[in-house]
């Protein structure tokens, strides 16, 4: 325990990261009224700010 990830295991981690933010944008958009459609809150939502952040960190990972 506390080694290091493999860079194969860590890519795949990666990708599964950058493809679930990519899947909370979509969820998380803005209504006509400026609210998120899927939880309603203020656009943007902590959910969509997160999704963004994910994409931003783990996409430089992925192919």
Same mark, same amino acid.
């Given at each position: 325990?506390?080694?290091?990830?493999?860079?194969?295991?860590?890519?795949?981690?990666?990708?599964?990261?950058?493809?679930?933010?990519?899947? #909370? /944008?979509?969820? @998380?958009?803005? %209504?006509?009224?400026?609210?998120?459609?899927?939880?309603?809150?203020?656009?943007?939502?902590?959910?969509?700010?997160?999704?963004? #952040? /994910?994409?931003? @960190?783990?996409? %430089?990972?992925?192919?």
């Amino acid at each position: 325990m506390g080694g290091s990830i493999a860079e194969q295991e860590f890519d795949t981690y990666a990708e599964a990261q950058a493809a679930y933010g990519r899947h #909370l /944008l979509g969820l @998380h958009r803005r %209504d006509g009224a400026g609210c998120c459609r899927d939880c309603g809150r203020p656009h943007p939502c902590g959910e969509r700010t997160r999704a963004g #952040l /994910l994409i931003a @960190h783990f996409e %430089d990972w992925t192919s």
